[in-house]
């Protein structure tokens, strides 16, 4: 749980915003670097009613960071630091250690003999989309409905093998309560078993209803094991067995890394300060193990998952020092993911990423999916604007999701648009992974 501030510490911390007041201006603060600064604790509030009284001047702006001072100027707020993404990082959740070793098959999913119809397919599918927390008389009704045209009761080889949820499954307070409205109702007819990843909302903490984090994302996906809860009444789904809110999800011709990006609305953090290590030292250890399965001549497609992505044009912004975090146990580890999937942004987004590892060219897809139903946002136009190393390939305003098909030598995506007016469903696009030669199409 997030510690609360103190009216003295707030006071303090008015006090020292003052004093460097002089430096402050009304224009637009200048990018500086995105180096993380730790979070300083706070000090005592000087004693005495009057004194107090007069140090509690307001802030200028609503934060004092909107300044023209360079970062390496400006004097430290005890609690809060020199710049928002400091506060942000001293204000984050502990993540909940994994109730066993977070690996997960997919026969603990959907059983052995379902898992080995699909090894023997040549292929699995999946669906995935991220951003619901609406209820069945929504949009989010709308695309759980049109998920369900995808499911063959005579090919259930054939069908998708499972939704991935890309986070923000509830939002606001009371999550124990509104995992029914807004989870068991609008999927009641859909026949797939539901995984995935926790969003910011998942995790948010409010002091009289929502007191743990992740409370009710864990009694929900990460219980001991598959029973349908009391909350969910007649309905019958049964909860989900995740090993905890990061995991690997080792299927077959697939494995997913499934990563918890905290409770920030914005950015994300793998690890820092208050959220520890841990995440990031399994995820260096998975992806090191995956490797030297590579090299022995096990070669499945990759695919990560965060809720808060990479990259974004729309909605939110880019978590960037997330990337680099990921990014430099990828370089340790000598692998990178094929595709990247995350939510957050309520619109369709992908980019092509172009880099090198090991001096080999790789293309990866970085696709933003928060399209589940919580509602639409803007999102500019992609023309194949190129920012750094990746390009802004399409974009879509609406709602919909992705279904996915891995084989042994491609990931096939493609992106299906669903009009919550008239519940028609429509390919807006596919595009292709050639998994041999790290392309994409």
């Known amino acids: 749980m997030k510690k609360a501030v103190s009216k003295k510490s707030t006071s303090k911390k008015s006090t020292l915003a003052k004093k460097s007041s002089a430096k402050k201006s009304s224009t637009p603060a200048k990018k500086t670097?995105?180096?993380?600064?730790?979070?300083?604790?706070?000090?005592?509030?000087?004693t005495g009613g009057k004194t107090a009284a007069r140090a509690a001047q307001p802030l200028r702006f609503a934060h004092p960071f909107f300044t023209p001072t360079p970062l390496s100027q400006r004097p430290v707020l005890p609690g809060v630091g020199t710049r928002l993404l400091g506060y942000i990082q001293g204000n984050l959740e502990p993540i909940p250690a994994p109730t066993r070793t977070p690996v997960f098959t997919l026969a603990d999913i959907i059983g052995q003999p379902g898992a080995q119809q699909i090894q023997a397919s040549g292929s699995i599918r999946f669906q995935t989309c991220g951003d619901t927390g609406r209820g069945a008389n929504s949009p989010q009704g709308v695309v759980a409905e049109a998920m369900t045209t995808d499911y063959d009761t005579a090919h259930p080889e054939s069908s998708p093998a499972f939704l991935f949820h890309l986070g923000d499954v509830i939002y606001g307070i009371n999550k124990d309560q509104q995992y029914r409205p807004e989870f068991y109702e609008p999927y009641v007819h859909y026949p797939g078993k539901i995984v995935g990843i926790a969003g910011n909302h998942d995790g948010e903490v409010f002091s009289t209803t929502d007191p743990a984090t992740l409370r009710a994302f864990l009694a929900n996906f990460c219980a001991p094991a598959q029973v349908v809860p009391p909350i969910a009444g007649t309905i019958f789904r049964q909860t989900m067995n995740q090993p905890g809110v990061y995991y690997l999800l080792d299927a077959p011709f697939m494995q997913i890394v499934a990563l918890y990006s905290n409770a920030a609305e914005n950015p994300g953090f793998i690890s820092g300060p208050i959220p520890g290590q841990a995440q990031k030292t399994w995820l260096l250890a998975t992806l090191k193990t995956i490797a030297a399965q590579r090299k022995s001549g096990t070669r499945k497609a990759l695919i990560f998952a965060t809720h808060h992505p990479p990259f974004t044009a729309g909605g939110h912004a880019p978590s960037t020092d997330m990337l680099a975090d990921i990014d430099s146990v990828c370089q340790q580890a000598g692998i990178?993911?094929?595709?990247?999937?995350?939510?957050?942004?309520?619109?369709?987004?992908?980019?092509?990423?172009?880099?090198?590892?090991?001096?080999?060219?790789l293309q990866i897809p970085y696709v933003v999916a928060g399209i589940g139903g919580i509602n639409d946002q803007a999102v500019p136009t992609a023309t194949g604007q190129r920012t750094g190393d990746h390009i802004f390939v399409k974009s879509l305003k609406g709602y919909g999701y992705l279904l996915i098909s891995v084989s042994a030598t491609t990931i096939k995506a493609t992106m299906y648009s669903v009009d919550p007016n008239t519940t028609a469903k429509s390919a807006f696009e596919t595009f292709t992974v050639d998994l041999a030669r790290s392309i994409v199409s």
């Open 33 to 46: 670097s995105t180096k993380h600064s730790s979070p300083v604790a706070p000090v005592k509030q000087p």
């Open 336 to 361: 990178m993911p094929d595709l990247f999937l995350s939510g957050h942004a309520h619109s369709y987004q992908r980019y092509t990423r172009e880099i090198s590892l090991a001096g080999n060219a």
